[in-house]
């Protein structure tokens, strides 16, 4: 049984709409005052209805869905008096929606990049350092290597907390969510959260503070400049294809699944792994592969081992799948159909399509697409098996808080060979949905993505994928994250 996830992560922020100022009549009404109040009690309600009918965990019960559902509407009703700007609505539905902890149910509000104060920041050691400051900017900026001690008054940590956590689909379980925290605190996301100063111990020892204003973005600092400063921080995967770098070792970078971006290259890829000359290890590179459709990590497995065996994994990983009974995931799974860029697993689709049709016809919640007789919910967890390769080289997983989705889904294939390896840095949690659906806020001012699908495996909600090995510099490091791979894997006794 192979089961296929496609778990996009979906919602990205899109390019802010620009306004026009139009010259009305000298005697014209002036436009009524928009109650910001009234918009965002119909966006709120519409949103908790749709997440309590269509989210597949709130229709199955789902603690990690139905507590934060019950906990965030009422603490958004009660702030909804406090309402009366465009920011205000704003930070309400993100705070809303970032309560579920989870970047698969998620909201659009067509937020951007705006402004940036010059540096970044980063936990590093337990301590937030600034590991970017821009060159040549107007006013004054600590150097890099120089620790924030407070900000606004406040430990920078604490800062952190209260500041930017709401708004931000982080929990604070997981390994790294403060790291990345830090790296966003300094970007202006039109939620007013960047700090007005920050108390800085520098390199010599000294305490000195900076103010830092905003400079827009992009009028003052092009999205250019940010796209080049962001490797220094927050890692990405090689582009898809297959090097070596050592007797037997092959580095394959996956750095998504999305068949309409990647899908040539993926195609060319997997020939080139079939005729693989004595590999000894294969080690994928998943850093910040935040998901879309499986299949295009699984059918490398395929390529190295063969499609029988294939199969062999997808029972050894006893992953259950359901689906949400309704015209919106008929409708989903007709686009998927009849997209080019899933046309390797159509069988499947419309083999899952059908089931929801039928269950739609029999009055079902959710419909089984792929599970082991087991209802949906009846156990927490399903203890996986392993399905040993036949032949062929060891699998590494290079991770990080990056990999999302259906990368977790790819790692599960992975850990099922039973003698992989996983490097890198912890994953955030596991998110047990996928298949997301759009659906737009009644007021027009963004749109809602719910996932409609619902997995059980043997890994828990929210639960980190921890590496066997882990990093201990960073992820974006390539030179020394390379060298320190084949150190690691020299160490690692042969099975």
Not at 191 to 200: D, I, K, S
Not at 414 to 420: E, F, P, V
Not at 436 to 447: F, M, V
């Amino acid at each position: 049984m192979t089961v296929f996830a496609f778990r996009s992560l979906c919602g990205s922020a899109l390019r802010a709409a620009a306004l026009s100022v139009l010259c009305a009549p000298a005697l014209a009404a002036a436009p009524a005052a928009t109650d910001w109040a009234d918009v965002a009690r119909r966006d709120l309600q519409f949103a908790a209805d749709a997440i309590a009918t269509r989210h597949a965990g709130a229709v199955d019960g789902q603690p990690s869905v139905t507590v934060p559902l019950a906990d965030g509407l009422r603490l958004a009703r009660a702030d909804l008096a406090n309402v009366r700007s465009e920011q205000d609505y704003l930070r309400l539905m993100s705070r809303f929606i970032a309560g579920f902890g989870d970047p698969h149910t998620s909201i659009n509000l067509r937020l951007s990049t705006r402004g940036w104060t010059g540096i970044v920041l980063d936990q590093v050691d337990g301590r937030y350092r600034v590991v970017w400051s821009e060159p040549g900017w107007p006013n004054a900026l600590p150097p890099a290597g120089s620790i924030a001690r407070t900000c606004d008054g406040v430990y920078t940590g604490t800062f952190l907390e209260m500041k930017l956590r709401p708004y931000l689909a982080r929990s604070p379980e997981y390994p790294d969510s403060f790291s990345s925290l830090a790296q966003q605190a300094m970007f202006d996301q039109g939620l007013g959260w960047t700090p007005a100063h920050c108390v800085f111990a520098l390199p010599d020892g000294a305490l000195r503070r900076y103010d830092l204003p905003l400079r827009a973005v992009p009028g003052q600092v092009s999205q250019e400049r940010l796209a080049a400063v962001r490797p220094n921080y927050r890692a990405a995967a090689k582009p898809v294809g297959v090097t070596q770098f050592g007797a037997g070792r092959y580095w394959v970078g996956m750095p998504d699944f999305h068949g309409a971006r990647s899908g040539p290259a993926y195609e060319a890829l997997y020939p080139k792994l079939s005729a693989l000359k004595q590999p000894a290890w294969v080690v994928f590179d998943l850093r910040g592969n935040g998901g879309g459709d499986s299949s295009w990590g699984t059918r490398a497995l395929s390529a190295l081992y063969g499609e029988a065996y294939l199969d062999q994994l997808g029972s050894a990983m006893r992953m259950q799948k359901y689906l949400i009974a309704d015209a919106a995931t008929v409708t989903l799974f007709e686009e998927f159909v009849a997209s080019p860029a899933h046309a390797h697993s159509r069988d499947y689709m419309r083999a899952a399509l059908a089931k929801v049709r039928a269950a739609i016809a029999a009055g079902q919640k959710m419909a089984a697409t792929a599970d082991d007789g087991a209802p949906a919910g009846a156990n927490e967890l399903l203890p996986a098996r392993s399905a040993p390769r036949p032949h062929g080289p060891r699998l590494a997983a290079l991770i990080d808080r990056g990999c999302f989705s259906s990368c977790m889904s790819f790692l599960l294939a992975i850990r099922a060979t039973g003698d992989a390896v996983v490097l890198g840095e912890p994953t955030i949690g596991f998110s047990p949905f996928g298949e997301i659906t759009k659906t737009d806020l009644p007021s027009g001012r963004g749109a809602l993505y719910i996932p409609s699908a619902l997995y059980r495996a043997d890994q828990a909600t929210r639960e980190p994928f921890v590496p066997d090995h882990a990093y201990p510099g960073r992820m974006s490091d390539e030179a020394a994250l390379t060298e320190w791979v084949g150190r690691t894997l020299d160490a690692v006794p042969v099975r």
